[in-house]
C-alpha cells in the first residue's frame, strides 16, 4: 500500500523514491533532488538513535545550524538539509525547532 501510495504523487518527487517500515509505522517518500543531489535519499535512518526522518521543503538556515552542530561534535554522512533537520531534532530538548527558519514539512 505505501508503495502505491508514493507511485500516486511521483510527479511531486521524479528523482527518488524510498520506503521505511517497522510494525505499525509506515514512512515514504518521493525526492525532488536540490540539495546534496547525491546523499539526501529518504527515509533518512540515524543509526545511533534508531530515528527515522521523511522531510519535504527547504531550511533556509541549514548551513548555519549544520555549522553549529559540527562545532558540538556531530558528525554528517551527507551535505543534505534533510540530514541536519534529523540531527537537530532532539524530542529532550522542547525548543529545538524555533531554531528552524523555512517551510517544511516533515515526519520523525
Not at 508514493?6 to 515514504?28: A, E, K, Q, Y
Not at 545511533?48 to 538556515?61: D, L, T
Not at 552542530?69 to 529545538?96: C, H, I, M, Q, Y
Amino acid at each position: 500500500m505505501l508503495e502505491r501510495m508514493t507511485s500516486i504523487i511521483g510527479h511531486r518527487g521524479p528523482n527518488g523514491c524510498g520506503h521505511f517500515v517497522s510494525g505499525p509505522v509506515g514512512l515514504g517518500h518521493r525526492r525532488l533532488s536540490v540539495i546534496d543531489l547525491d546523499g539526501g535519499a529518504q527515509p533518512m535512518v540515524e543509526e545511533a538513535s534508531g530515528r527515522v526522518i521523511v522531510y519535504n521543503g527547504e531550511i533556509f538556515n541549514y548551513r548555519a545550524l549544520r555549522q553549529n552542530l559540527k562545532a558540538a561534535g556531530v558528525e554528517f554522512r551527507t551535505k543534505s538539509d534533510t540530514e541536519v533537520l534529523l540531527k537537530l531534532a532532539n524530542p529532550a530538548v522542547a525548543k529545538w525547532a524555533h531554531d528552524l527558519n523555512g517551510l517544511f514539512a516533515f515526519a520523525l
